[in-house]
């Protein structure tokens, strides 16, 4: 049990075991809070769903991977078969497993490392982040408390603090998708709750490490060749919504945990309204019929 905060080298069963005092809050669990309900956080925090069910983490997971093989916070164990059909091949597997390492077949490592080849090149040409993912410590976890309300949140990266009470650092979070198109993932970044992370993370640094005002970043990396890369980080505007959602986030656990009580969604009826684009659909439609009355074209339907 973790009862003070700072900064803690844990592995990930610790980590997402959750080692603080109380039910403590994490980015993805924050996250939840303000896309849905508190009912669906408790659902899927590990100390307060009885219930609660383990991931499959014996999988081959492309970003597990590729975190070991870049950051090195765990280490890749080459499995050295073309498949896990086999009983010898099954083993192995579970064994690395067991040593708590990620297991890789030949093939998968080859495009693991062609990735972190692509990402290492891209942050060495880029001008502003030139620096990134260099000089630190993988995979740290920094705990926070805020009245009686603790933070855990674990940084993929966390870098050397050469000035103490430095005001700007940046902090590099490696995220793996299909498209690093910083146009198209930055949709993504608002669906996977990434904004809501960055915005805990910033505040957990802030009060545990004393930088006044971290930067956050994403280093975005396409799972599949040409492997492109791309950096992305919140704009002023987005990172002040961010920290209202944080804010919102923490006031609500705060409320939930005090009164041992996980609300789904308000018990009153939702009144919609129709979408912009559903109400222009119909209009064009409307358009068209009547151009093709217009026309004398005889059609029953819109």
């Keep these: 049990m973790i009862d003070a ?3 803690y080298d844990l592995d990930a069963a610790t980590y997402f075991a959750d080692p603080c005092p109380t039910p403590s809050l994490s980015a993805s669990i924050a996250a939840v809070l303000i896309s849905k309900t508190p009912m669906h956080a408790a659902f899927l925090h590990k100390r307060l ?3 609660f069910e383990e991931s499959d ?3 081959f997971d492309f970003g597990n991977a590729m975190h070991a093989a870049l950051l090195g916070g765990a280490r890749l164990a080459v499995i050295p078969f073309d498949s896990y059909r086999s009983k010898a091949a099954q083993e192995a597997r579970d064994g690395a497993w067991a040593r708590r390492s990620v297991p890789v077949l030949p093939e998968q490592l ?3 490392q062609a990735a972190c080849r ?4 891209h942050l060495s040409e880029h001008r502003e982040c030139s620096e990134a993912l260099s000089k630190g410590r993988p995979e740290q976890t920094l705990i926070a408390r805020e009245g009686r309300v603790w933070i855990r949140v674990k940084l993929d990266w966390l870098p050397e603090l050469t000035v103490p009470g430095k005001k700007r650092l940046a902090f590099y979070d490696l995220k793996t998708t299909t498209d690093a198109n910083p146009d198209v993932w930055t949709r993504r970044l608002f669906e996977i709750g990434a ?10 640094i802030r009060t545990v490490l004393g930088i006044e005002n971290p930067i956050f970043r994403f280093v975005v990396a396409e799972a599949k060749p040409p ?3 791309s950096v992305v980080e919140l704009d002023p505007a987005a990172v002040d919504l961010a920290d209202r959602k944080v804010e919102t986030a923490i006031r609500i656990w705060d409320r939930c945990l005090e009164a041992g009580k996980w609300p789904g969604y308000p018990p009153v009826v939702h009144h919609v309204a129709a979408p912009a684009w559903q109400q222009q659909k119909f209009e064009d439609r409307v358009l068209r019929k009547q151009t093709l009355e217009e026309l004398g074209v005889e059609y029953f339907g819109l």
């Excluded at 692509?118 to 090149?121: E, G, L, N, P, S």
């Design 5 to 7: 905060p700072g900064v």
């Design 195 to 204: 904004d809501v992370q960055s915005a805990l993370y910033r505040r957990v």
């Design 110 to 112: 080859e495009r693991v």
């Design 57 to 59: 983490d014996s999988k």
């Design 227 to 229: 492997h492109g890369v």
């Design 118 to 121: 692509a990402v290492w090149r």
């Design 49 to 51: 769903n009885p219930d």
